[in-house]
């Protein structure tokens, strides 16, 4: 089961046994802790780190806000780096039906929210490969993408703080833990989102109890890509204070619950198999896996599948699933 690793910044560290990661093919090795800055403040709240906070493993967790910033703070290289082509190459980003089933499950999202939203354009902030925007497309609806490292006929590699107007709605699908001043953001998305329309965002829910079972090994940590690891108390009263209305906070709808808990307990085996990684095509891998790792790692998924089911329900059930997705809209002047 002998592992290459593909990125530059993980070989210049020393492969996979490089300093101050779990001691194997963790996906935390994506770039150099060496070469980066300690993180000095919380990414959220701008509070200043001091010894009131908790310092684990590549993360701070700040005793204001409770929202862990990522630390080191990666560099810019370092970003475009842990976002190469290997992570989203052209031909897509998973093997057998993974993206078939990822673009079905964005068009059924753009379905259920084109039914209810006032007319008017829709902002993806953080569009990925452009799936939600072309569905919303599909439904004659007008609709731009943002994302930084993405082209295609509807996207812009713009930032939300430089869009301006009035939108239905202003999504963050999974994008809002990957921007440098996420608060800042949303708060400038919420501005953006027209009477009666909705505000949408959908995180990993870093206080889950798939996140505390996990720990640092946790599927959605997803080092350095996930600059914030937030908790829904956090995204909750960011999104009231700038007065929308929270409609629905849902602990399913984000998805990734069920695939958390398989990713975790297969990463619990000898060898901590990264289901992740295993399931993406070869090209889009962050390390390359052996066929003996594809198949003990595919077999011990199917084997974990009953145990991850039971536990999602659970976890849902408590409202602590392992994403949270929050809905909020902005009340017309007649409210
Ligand atoms: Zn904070």
């Known amino acids: 089961m002998s592992n290459t690793t593909k990125s530059p910044a993980a070989r210049s560290e020393g492969g996979r046994n490089g300093s101050g990661d779990l001691g194997d093919g963790n996906k935390a090795l994506a770039y150099s802790r060496v070469s980066a800055p300690a993180a000095i403040q919380c990414a959220w709240c701008e509070h200043v780190f001091d010894s009131s906070d908790e310092y684990l493993h590549g993360r701070v967790r700040c005793s204001q806000c409770g ?163 937030i908790s829904p108390d956090a995204l909750v009263s960011k999104i009231q204070e700038a007065g929308l209305q929270v409609e629905s906070v849902s602990y399913y709808r984000g998805g990734q619950v069920v695939f958390g808990w398989v990713h975790g307990l297969v990463g619990l085996l000898p060898g901590h198999p990264d289901l992740y990684d295993v399931i993406r095509r070869s090209e889009a891998q962050s390390v390359e896996q052996s066929l003996a790792m594809r198949l003990y790692a595919l077999g011990a998924g199917v084997a974990a599948l009953p145990v991850a089911l039971v536990a999602s329900a659970i976890e849902v059930a408590a409202r602590s699933g392992g994403t949270v997705c929050v809905e909020a809209r902005r009340e017309t002047a007649a409210e």
Request: zero cysteines; aromatic letters at 8%.
């Open 67 to 229: 929202v862990a910033t990522t630390n080191p703070w990666p560099s810019d290289a370092q970003l475009a780096e842990a976002y190469g082509d290997w992570y989203r190459p052209k031909s897509g980003r998973f093997s057998g039906l993974g993206d078939k089933v990822l673009h079905r499950l964005r068009a059924g999202l753009a379905n259920r929210l084109h039914r209810v939203l006032p007319p008017g354009p829709v902002l993806d902030v953080g569009a990925g490969d452009g799936n939600l925007v072309e569905a919303f497309v599909r439904h004659g609806r007008e609709a731009v993408g943002l994302e930084p490292y993405g082209s295609g006929p509807h996207i812009r590699q713009a930032e939300v703080e430089e869009v301006d107007g009035s939108w239905s709605a202003v999504i963050f699908w999974h994008s809002l833990e990957h921007v440098r001043h996420p608060a800042r953001a949303l708060s400038h998305a919420t501005t953006l989102v027209a009477p009666g329309g909705k505000l949408i965002v959908a995180v990993p829910n870093a206080t889950s109890m798939q996140a505390r079972a996990f720990g640092d090994r946790w599927f959605a940590l997803d080092l350095p890509r996930h600059l914030t690891h």
